[in-house]
């Protein structure tokens, strides 16, 4: 079945970091690809998405490019901020269903 | 941007009783909204897709008598948790799906959640 496999973490970076975090999927069709986020205490929020290969979605300073040949649609941020401490989820969801299949989140903290 | 209202947000409940949960798209209609279930530090598991004016569809696993769903208008889903137990204690979260503009990929917004707590 489609899935999202995504690095658990949990993550620790220091303030002005380097941020990936790794997601791959596997669907039967063409999905649309998400990023969303969990702020402590909050709902998720789309942070990106990408509907088709070679698609870059961006947002906040986030980037993930969907790499259709490796089936891949990592998160990136050059330099991260203590604001960017939050759950983070990579998600497929193929057109005829518009269901959202979700990875298993990745904690990550950024220290001052 | 497209807001989803969950209420309540938190509810605590003695074990046999019956809790409902209520989903709104507050400046959009949804023709669809999904909810899902979030256990302590691990993914969002889909329960149930909600289609305004016709019969829930369930995930394989889902038990539909426990776990009603209604969604009535194009704006309200509700889930009614059965006769709950401890283990029905999670976070219970909604989305919406708004079909935006024509051409561009629909996008779900989510509620902030729901804590059910059953003693």
């Known amino acids: 079945g489609d899935s999202v496999t995504q690095m658990e973490g949990p993550v620790t970076l220091s303030e002005e970091a380097f941020l990936t975090i790794n997601c791959t999927y596997t669907?039967?069709?063409?999905?649309?690809l998400f990023w969303y986020v969990q702020y402590p205490g909050e709902g998720l929020q789309l942070l990106l998405k990408?509907?088709?290969?070679?698609d870059k979605g961006s947002n906040k300073g986030f980037e993930a490019t969907y790499r259709k040949e490796t089936t891949s649609f990592h998160l990136e941020k050059g330099s991260v901020q203590v604001s960017d401490s939050a759950v983070y989820f990579c998600a497929l969801s193929l057109s005829n269903d518009y269901k959202l299949s979700f990875g298993a989140g990745t904690t990550v903290t950024v220290r001052a | 941007g497209a807001v989803v209202s969950q209420h309540p947000s938190r509810v605590i409940c003695k074990s046999g009783t019956s809790v409902k949960i209520e989903c709104r798209s507050l400046d959009f209609q949804a023709t669809t909204m999904f909810w899902y279930r979030q256990f302590p530090k691990k993914s969002l598991m889909l329960m149930a897709t909600?289609?305004?004016?016709?019969?829930?569809?369930?995930e394989q696993g889902v038990e539909k008598d426990k776990f009603l769903i209604n969604h009535a208008s194009l704006t309200l889903s509700t889930l009614t948790v059965t006769s709950a137990h401890p283990e029905d204690s999670s976070f219970y979260i909604c989305?919406?799906?708004?079909?935006?503009?024509?051409?561009?990929?629909?996008?779900?917004?989510f509620g902030p959640g729901t804590r059910l707590t059953v003693l």
């Open positions: 990408a509907t088709k290969a070679d």
């Open positions: 909600s289609n305004e004016g016709s019969k829930a569809t369930y």
């Open positions: 669907a039967t069709g063409y999905p649309s």
């Open positions: 989305s919406a799906r708004d079909l935006g503009l024509a051409g561009v990929v629909d996008t779900q917004y």
